[in-house]
């Protein structure tokens, strides 16, 4: 029973979150002035749009009667102790502390491949230097391409080392 009033919480929060965060793009970001439908609002409502569909999603399962099995105890405790799971949370927190610390002065491509680099080992466990660096420079310059050059958004040029392509 309580797996069932915790996702209709969580559907009822996310439709509240999903309902405000449309209001917002639709009373704040300006529409499109060319005449066609999607400006710059359609992205972010399409996520609003998204996140409330979802959330209508989980309240209609568990509202749906039978639809939600229980659960043991014994399954419900997490095999993970409490010192792996503060380790995990403590390194995704330097990662991304680092990766904003490295993104001011090296510039998107260097810090990107360079934490890449470093979280690689310790979440797939791949610790093949060839892979790793193939991996790391991949995903940056693919990122880069893609978004930098092809979709024009503005990616970060670093202040000591600028690799402006």
Do not use: H
Not at 16 to 26: F, Y
Not at 141 to 160: Q, R
């Amino acid at each position: 029973m309580a797996s069932r009033r915790s996702d209709i919480i969580l559907g009822t929060i996310l439709l509240m979150v999903s309902a405000l965060w449309c209001w917002g793009v639709v009373t704040t970001i300006p529409g499109a002035e060319d005449g066609s439908r999607l400006g710059a609002r359609g992205f972010p409502l399409g996520l609003g749009l998204l996140l409330g569909a979802l959330s209508l999603v989980i309240l209609l399962q568990s509202l749906r009667p039978g639809t939600l099995q229980t659960v043991s105890d014994e399954a419900a405790e997490p095999d993970i102790s409490r010192g792996v799971e503060a380790w995990a949370i403590a390194a995704t927190v330097g990662l991304l502390v680092g990766y904003a610390a490295l993104l001011e002065y090296t510039g998107f491509i260097i810090a990107t491949a360079l934490i890449v680099a470093t979280a690689v080992g310790p979440v797939l466990g791949i610790w093949r230097p060839k892979l790793i660096i193939g991996m790391s420079l991949g995903l940056s310059l693919g990122i880069y391409l893609i978004f930098g050059k092809l979709l024009g958004v503005y990616l970060p040029y670093g202040k000591l080392i600028n690799l402006a392509f």
